[in-house]
Structure formats: C-alpha cells, structure tokens
C-alpha cells in the first residue's frame, strides 16, 4: 500500500479505532505485562520515541508506569495523532509529551532518546531494504544501547502453522466485530499489503538495522514482539 493511501486508511479509522479492536485488549495488555520489567532498567528521566503512536496506548501506558518519563510522539497520520493528544490530555500527561505529523525521517535531529517504540509499524514496509532503513533510522536515533521494543505479524506463510493460524486469527477478529467485508481486505493486505516474515527474517532485519541480536519476549498469535539495543 502507497503512503498516501495507508495515511487516508489510519486517518479514516481513527475516531473508531480503539472501540473496534477493544475486545483483543487482553493482547496487549499482556504484552505490557511483560515489557515494563525489560524497560524498567531505563533512566528515571528517560527520553523515549513512540514511532506509529496511533492513538497513543503504549504511550498513556507507559506514562502511567513510568511517572519521570517524556515522549516524542509520532505519526504519519493527523487524525490519529490528535487522538492521541486528546488521550494524553483527558489522561494527565500531555505536559510530558512532544508531537510530530509525519515519517520518522521528518523528525528534527534532536538528543538522542534513551528507548523507543515501534508496534504493529514495521510490518507496513513491505520491502525489506525499506524495513531495514526503518530500523537503521530508528537506532540512529538512540544513546548507544538503547532499548527498542517493537513489535509486527510474523509468521512463515508458507508452513503448515500458518494454516492453522490465520484461520483462528481471522476468528478472532471476527468476535472482535470485524464484519466479514474488513475480514476479506484483511486477508488480501496479509497478501499484498503487510511484510508478514518468518521471525527470525524480521529478527535479522532489525540486526542489520543497527541493533543487536533482538530478544523475542511475547508471541500472542500472529503478534510477535522482541526487545533490541543498539548496537555499540
């Protein structure tokens, strides 16, 4: 999918975004459950990137847990990123958060960040030199050991778990309110429109982007979700 049609797709869910996917919450909230500890080690002041907010669930998550921190807050899409300012302000921690309309490489150089995170985003960069800048221009953006946690779809959509898997995934989404319509442009974007890699493809991508080997710390069905330092 062309940047300008993904912008116009995020743009057009934002308002619904959160209500249409709050019946597989239980996903992410677990896969905080696991990352504040591998995140808990950083500065109590800590700098900290949200690449794709969207409408800003890691951000007001991790504000919440980490009291100290400050946020840059970016997205490609305007629409979902004022709902994550409004989330930030209904929430209290908007004085704590900085926000940028546009690509990760149309941010300001500015201090390096001590972390940052990047869920469900990568996987959009279907080709994979694109990906790998992705990651490189990310890690070019952190203290030397900086913690990247991030997360995509990954599967080998050739083996046999993916046949099992995809189908229980469509399901899934189905009891989430996906109307069958969504369901069938889910399925051909899996095709056409998302990098749905093996893991251990997108482990190396993020390798060659400048980090070190990538630690993988939740798998919840498709989702996978690995935490990386730079390299150096």
Known sequence: MQPDALIALFDQQAPGYDRQWAKTAAIRDCMYL?????LAGLPDSARVLCVGVGTGQELAHLAQAFPGWRFTALDPSGAMLEACRVRAQAEGFLERCDFHHGFLDTLPDTAPFDAATSFLVSQFLVDTTARTRFFADIA??????????????????ASADY?????????????ADVTPE????????YRDDVGVLPPAKIAALLQAGGFDAPTLFFQAGLIHAWCSRRAG
């Not at 696991?34 to 591998?38: E, G, I, M, T």
């Open 182 to 189: 969504a369901l069938d442009r889910i399925r051909q974007a």
């Open 34 to 38: 696991v990352l504040d500890p591998l």
């Open 163 to 175: 046949a099992v898997l995809l189908p229980a995934w469509m399901r899934m989404m189905a009891m």
């Open 140 to 157: 070019a953006r952190l203290v030397p050991g900086g913690v990247l946690a991030s997360s995509d779809l990954a599967a080998d959509t």
